[in-house]
């Protein structure tokens, strides 16, 4: 249909039109910024009155990084006032917290107070009585607060970045392939992956922000069994980059289908890892030892060996099958509505 840097046919155009329109529709609009605002002040009011230990909390996930939607969760981390390179910061008795928090939310009227402790992280979930905002509170994770950042650093160095994971997040949701407790891929798995593809392209749109000679600067975090570990979160300012010369001039219509193409059926699963740290991908040999059985890698920017994709096999072969599907959807010229047709999560 099109070169990578060729003229765009008519649909092409068209999809790059209807992504703008899309991200226009979907966004989070004042109202629901300040619901959330309002909603954040308010814990930490909570916080402030009934928490014996001074605790500052700061939100993080698609709402702080301004990729949010009217009905996205509100991802808050509760960081004590203690200096950040503290090991102490996550021991043991932290986790315990989650449960008097919990005892405190609910007799603050919020719904649906649960701890779940089995994930990696242990999180406080609950919905908010006035205005029905889901709410997951983790404890002292700074790795969540600086892969936001760093998230956010990258979409401030082009603008498609933004439109693209507006897209990129609402067909991947509605194709039933955006639910890690089912199996499938979280919304940061697909956010790195496409980092990674803008860094891989032959005339690449984003640079990689972790220059292995930077400055440490490192954060503790918490690890299994309550102990904690220091992790380098340093990455490069965006103002402080030169723009990539020659510069990327795809079409945002163009990005998806190549970023479809790529993961449906060009990249390597076998052979290789996704890795934004390391500028875009690395081989298989070059990753940690724990990932060799492994269906798909994506290597988290800051967390050494955590690989941020949990699907097993057959969810990818799910997950590249609707890539496929789509792209022959968008190559037909059906539309950027044909890939958002809802189907529940597999
Ligand atoms: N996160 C993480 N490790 C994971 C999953 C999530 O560190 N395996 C952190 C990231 O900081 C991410 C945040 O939790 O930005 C929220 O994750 P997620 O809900 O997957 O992404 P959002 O961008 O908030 O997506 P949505 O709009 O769907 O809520
Ligand atoms: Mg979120």
Redesign the pocket.
Same mark, same amino acid.
């Given at each position: 249909t099109t070169g990578a840097n060729g003229g765009t046919s008519p649909h092409i155009q068209q999809l790059t039109e209807d992504m703008i329109d899309l991200t226009e529709t979907i966004s989070i609009k004042a109202e629901g910024r300040l619901l959330r605002e309002n909603l954040v002040t308010r814990v930490q009011g909570i916080l402030n009155t009934e928490w014996p230990k001074e605790a500052k909390i700061e939100s993080? @996930?698609?709402?702080a *990084?301004g990729?949010?939607?009217d009905d *996205?969760?509100l991802?808050l981390v509760i960081l004590p006032a203690l200096p950040e390179q503290s090991q102490e910061l996550v021991a043991p008795g932290r986790y315990q917290d989650l449960f008097i928090l919990k005892t405190l939310f609910l007799r603050y009227s919020m719904k649906d107070v649960e701890v779940i402790s089995g994930a990696?992280v242990p999180i406080l979930k609950f919905t908010d009585h006035k205005t029905g905002i889901k709410v997951d509170i983790n404890y002292g994770?700074y790795? @969540?607060?600086y892969?936001?950042r760093l998230?956010e650093s990258y979409v401030r160095i082009d603008d498609r970045m933004r439109n693209f994971l507006y897209v990129l $997040?609402a067909f991947v $949701?509605s194709r039933g392939i955006?639910s890690?407790a089912l199996g499938s891929l *979280? *919304?940061?798995?697909y956010?790195l992956m496409a980092i990674s593809y803008f860094q891989t392209l032959l005339v690449p749109v984003l640079p990689c922000l972790q220059d292995p000679h930077l400055i440490p600067h490192n954060v503790p975090n918490p690890g299994p069994y309550g102990r904690s570990t220091l992790i380098n979160v340093a990455f490069t300012d965006p103002s402080r980059i030169r723009p990539c010369i020659p510069q990327n001039s795809m079409t945002l219509g163009e990005l998806l289908i190549g970023f479809l193409e790529y993961y449906g059926s060009k990249f390597d699963y076998t052979k290789s890892c996704v890795s934004i740290r390391r500028g875009g991908v690395i081989s298989r040999d070059r990753g940690s030892r724990l990932w060799t059985r492994h269906a798909f890698v994506v290597e988290?920017p800051f967390i050494p060996d955590l690989n941020?994709a949990g699907a097993r096999q057959n969810m990818m072969n799910i997950v590249r099958h609707e890539f496929q599907a789509a792209v022959r959807a968008l190559r037909d010229g059906r539309g950027l509505n044909a890939i958002l047709t809802p189907k529940q999560p597999y």
């Open positions: 993080f @996930g698609s709402y *990084s990729l949010g939607t *996205s969760d991802d990696r994770q790795a @969540g607060l892969n936001t998230i $997040k $949701k955006n890690p *979280s *919304s940061y798995c956010t988290d941020v």
